[in-house]
Nanobody, 125 residues
């Protein structure tokens, strides 16, 4: 059974930092692109960041560029999102996602086949 489990969310003040982790189990994703998405209350799920299977290429939403960094450790089957200079508008449930076979990073949620259950990030002003 394939599972993606996020952790690291919480409550932080504006300007603070959090590091999200995503632990994958049930299969290896070392050949698959992975990404982070988020959904705020009353809004649609939106792309945050994605990373190529090798880690050699990344893609970011304009709203987080320069503040967030996505990384992965294929040996541990882990995905990370370092979030710095957090803003209240970053408040959302953050989801980890993985493609089945595609190794190239993409911002389209329909390209991802596996999803975690989400972790809440709340940024207070």
């Amino acid at each position: 059974q394939v599972q993606l489990v996020e952790s690291g969310g919480g409550l932080v003040q504006a300007g603070g930092s959090l590091r999200l982790s995503c632990a994958a189990s049930g299969r290896t994703f070392s050949s698959s692109a992975m990404g982070w998405f988020r959904q705020a209350p009353g809004k649609e799920r939106e792309f945050v960041a994605a990373i190529r299977w090798s880690g050699s290429s990344t893609k970011y939403a304009d709203s987080v560029k320069g503040r967030f960094t996505i990384s992965r450790d294929n040996a541990k089957n882990m995905l990370y999102l370092q979030m710095n200079s957090l803003k209240p508008e970053d408040t959302a449930v953050y989801y980890c996602a993985a493609r089945t076979w595609g190794g190239v990073e993409t911002s389209h949620p329909s390209e991802y086949d596996y999803w975690g259950q989400g972790t809440q990030v709340t940024v207070s002003s």
